[in-house]
Nanobody
Framework: QVQLVESGGGLVQAGGSLRLSCAAS????????MGWFRQAPGKEREFVAA????????YYANSVKGRFTISRDNANNAVYLQMNSLKPEDTALYYC???????????????????WGQGTQVTVSS
C-alpha cells in the first residue's frame, strides 16, 4: 500500500506558474508508475501527465503538452508537476495517482491506478 499527499496548489493569474508535489509513503516508490489527473466542477476526471517507474518515459495530454512537465525523485519518494503558462481552463482539482507495476511504460488510463491522493486545488484567474 502507498499513501499519497499532494501539495502546491493555489490561486494564480493566467500566464503564471505553479509546481505541484506528491509525497508518497509506504512501499518502494520506484515500483510505482505515477500520474497526474485533474477534475473540474461538472466534468469527468481527465488525464494530465504520467511518468514511468524509472522516470525516463512520460506521456502528456495534448492540452498541457509544452506547458507542463512531470518528474519524479525516487530517492525522496516524490513526483512533481511543473505547470507553466497556466490558463483559466487549467482550473481543477489535481490528483496524484500510483500504480504498482513491473512495466516501465507510463499509464494514461485512470482506471489502471490503484492509489489516489486527496487532491490539491489549482485556480487560474483570467
Amino acid at each position: 500500500q502507498v499513501q499519497l499527499v499532494e501539495s502546491g496548489g493555489g490561486l494564480v493569474q493566467a500566464g503564471g506558474s505553479l509546481r505541484l508535489s506528491c509525497a508518497a509513503s509506504g512501499r518502494t516508490f520506484s515500483n510505482y508508475r505515477m500520474g497526474w489527473f485533474r477534475q473540474a466542477p461538472g466534468k469527468e476526471r481527465e488525464f494530465v501527465a504520467a511518468i514511468s517507474r524509472s522516470g525516463g518515459n512520460f506521456y502528456y495530454a495534448n492540452s498541457v503538452k509544452g506547458r507542463f512537465t512531470i518528474s519524479r525523485d525516487n530517492a525522496n519518494n516524490a513526483v512533481y508537476l511543473q505547470m507553466n503558462s497556466l490558463k483559466p481552463e487549467d482550473t481543477a482539482l489535481y490528483y496524484c495517482a500510483a500504480d504498482l507495476s513491473s512495466s516501465d511504460s507510463p499509464l494514461r488510463v485512470p482506471s489502471g491506478y490503484g492509489y489516489w491522493g486527496q487532491g490539491t486545488q489549482v485556480t487560474v484567474s483570467s
